[in-house]
């Protein structure tokens, strides 16, 4: 069983259209990072979420972006109004062990999102 | 600026050892992280390096040097599954998760 699972798998939406991604780690943890990864480009750092508060986020984490824990389980990540340029793989992770620093990352299986 | 160069891709044959290397250059340093990604998956752990030297781990050893802002993988008895995209990461700052991210060295394996 995967420790984070991400839901939908992939998601094809139209431009200017709301999209939510889904992430349900298998055990409570305080720090959730979302990260992504345009095709064929490098991993991106988006926002980081601790404590039920965003913590740091990027440059690209603007205002049609937003984070929640609706339900104390699961992390959601939020865009508004799609643009095409929004079209990546969109991954969760949470810290690979206790030391959160030493053991990287785990990261869910990812949602593929296409943009038309 | 931050800056992470890898080579962009790499070749080897299957049951030798291929070493692949990276250079930073980022404003602060507090860790080196490798993973491997196959295509169309999320990255995966492979390994950390905080201190100057050898970090092995069965089959794949990491090495950093941090006076040269330098890092390899190095990966021994290559499988045919070992072919993936090997993405080096650092921490620029401590109580920072913020990774800056290598564009990654994609390694094709050949029997």
């Known amino acids: 069983e995967p420790e984070v699972t991400q839901t939908p798998s992939h998601q094809v939406t139209q431009m200017g259209q709301e999209v939510i991604l889904r992430c349900v780690p298998i055990s409570n943890h305080l720090y959730f990072y979302w990260y992504r990864q345009i095709l064929g480009q490098k991993v991106e750092f988006l926002v980081s979420f601790y404590n039920n508060e965003i913590s740091e986020k990027s440059e690209i984490f603007d205002d049609q972006f937003s984070v929640e824990r609706p339900d104390g389980s699961n992390f959601t990540l939020k865009i508004r109004s799609t643009k095409l340029e929004d079209s990546a793989m969109y991954f969760c992770?949470?810290?690979?062990?206790?030391?959160?620093?030493?053991?990287?990352?785990?990261f869910g299986s990812g949602t593929r999102l296409t943009v038309v | 600026g931050q800056n992470i160069d890898q080579p962009t891709e790499m070749t080897a044959t299957e049951g030798a050892i291929v070493q692949i290397n990276c250079t930073y250059q980022t404003s602060g340093f507090n860790g080196l992280f490798w993973y491997q990604q196959h295509a169309g998956e999320a990255p995966t752990f492979l390994s950390y390096n905080v201190l100057d030297g050898l970090e092995e781990k069965g089959r794949f050893s990491s090495f950093l040097s941090r006076s040269k802002g330098y890092s390899y993988l190095l990966l021994k008895e290559l499988q045919m599954k070992d072919s993936a995209s090997y993405l080096c990461a650092v921490n620029p700052r401590i109580g920072n998760y913020q990774l800056i991210w290598g564009a990654g060295t994609k390694l094709i394996i050949k029997p």
């Open positions: 992770a949470i810290p690979g062990g206790r030391d959160r620093v030493s053991y990287g990352y785990t």
